[in-house]
């Protein structure tokens, strides 16, 4: 009965034959480890060149910016000063205006005084009626 369903040779050879099973299952997450280990690198080093890629550009974008705020700043500080002396021109004209009226006022006052009195109590009477009403 050594040839029977549940022989010992049977048993050995089964044995040995998952051994083997296992032994190339072993084998094979052995490998699976080393390419997962390897792909980890790969894509350490993917990310660190990336990071070094993103680095540079950030440098590169930095230095764009502040120039270009640079350059606002002049133009602005450009257009401020230009604007301050048009303001100033603009200022001195309306003080020339009005030492030129008030100067013909005096001399017209001088010239016709008698008008200029009469002038000024006629208004007053139209203001008068006006305010009246």
Do not use: C, W
């Not at 050995?12 to 080393?34: F, M, P, T, W, Y």
């Not at 100067?103 to 002038?119: E, M, S, W």
């Amino acid at each position: 009965m050594a040839n029977g369903l549940f022989s010992t040779r049977n048993k050995k050879s089964l044995r040995d034959g998952l051994q083997d099973n296992a032994q190339a299952v072993e084998d094979q997450i052995a490998d699976l480890r080393d390419e997962i280990a390897a792909l980890a690198r790969v894509l350490a080093n993917d990310a660190t060149s990336g990071a070094s890629s993103i680095r540079k550009k950030a440098r590169a974008v930095k230095a764009d910016v502040s120039d270009a705020a640079h350059d606002l700043k002049g133009r602005a500080e450009t257009d401020i000063r230009d604007m301050i002396a048009a303001g100033e021109e603009l200022l001195a004209d309306f003080q020339d205006r009005y030492r030129d009226s008030g100067r013909k006022a005096r001399k017209a006052v001088q010239d016709n005084p008698l008008t200029t009195l009469g002038i000024a109590a006629a208004a007053g009477f139209v203001l008068a009626a006006l305010l009246r009403r």
